[in-house]
C-alpha cells in the first residue's frame, strides 16, 4: 500500500528541516508517484537556503564499497566518535540504540526485526552491507559510530 502524498511530504519536510537532502531525495526516489509534487518541495527547500546552491557536493555523495564502509567505522571509532552519542546535532531519538535503528532504517527501510542475533553482551542488526555502502554518508557512519553501532565478523552490532 503506497501511503497518501501528505504523508510523503511530511516525510520529506522532516528531512529537509533535518538539512538531510539526500534522505529526502531517497524518499523522492521511492515514491515516484509523487514524484513531481516533491521535486518542487526539495527544490523549494533547497533555493530557501542559499548556501546550497554555491556549495559543492561532499566527497561523501558517491556510494562507498564494503571497503570504505568498513574503514569509515574505523576511522571514526579511532577518532573518538564512539559512543559520543551527545554529539548528535539532531538525533532521531533521544535514546541511542532506537536513534540508531531509525537512521538505519531511513536508508534501508524494511519489515523484519531490526536485531538479528544477540550473545551474551551483543547484538547483531539485521542489515545487508553492500546495500547500506551504497546509500550511506560519512557523516551518517559518523552518527551511527555515536550510536554505539560497530562492526563485528563483517556485521553491523551493538554492544547491550
Known amino acids: 500500500m503506497t501511503p497518501d502524498f501528505d504523508t510523503v511530504a511530511f516525510d520529506v519536510a522532516r528531512a529537509l528541516d533535518d ?10 526516489r521511492r515514491f515516484p508517484e509523487h514524484a513531481d509534487e516533491l521535486t518542487e518541495m526539495i527544490g523549494d527547500a533547497l533555493m530557501a537556503s542559499p548556501h546550497e546552491a554555491t556549495t559543492p557536493a561532499p566527497k ?9 564502509l568498513e574503514t569509515t567505522f574505523e ?3 579511532d577518532a573518538g566518535e564512539y559512543i559520543q552519542f551527545e554529539r548528535i546535532e539532531k538525533p ?8 540508531a535503528f531509525l537512521m538505519l532504517h ?8 531490526m536485531v ?7 547484538i547483531w542488526l539485521d542489515i545487508d552491507l553492500e546495500a547500506l555502502a551504497a546509500v550511506v554518508t560519512d557523516s551518517i557512519v559518523r552518527d551511527l ?5 560497530h562492526l563485528s565478523d563483517d556485521r553491523l552490532a551493538m554492544f547491550t
Open 60 to 68: 561523501e555523495a558517491h556510494p562507498m564499497t564494503i571497503d570504505e
Open 116 to 122: 538479528s542475533a544477540a550473545e551474551h553482551d551483543e
Open 75 to 77: 576511522r571514526h571509532a
Open 106 to 113: 531511513d536508508l534501508l527501510p524494511g519489515t523484519r526485526d
Open 145 to 149: 559510530v555515536r550510536c554505539g553501532v
Open 92 to 99: 532521531r531519538h533521544p535514546r541511542p540504540d532506537i536513534c
Open 19 to 28: 538539512g538531510d537532502v539526500a534522505r529526502a531525495c531517497d524518499i523522492l
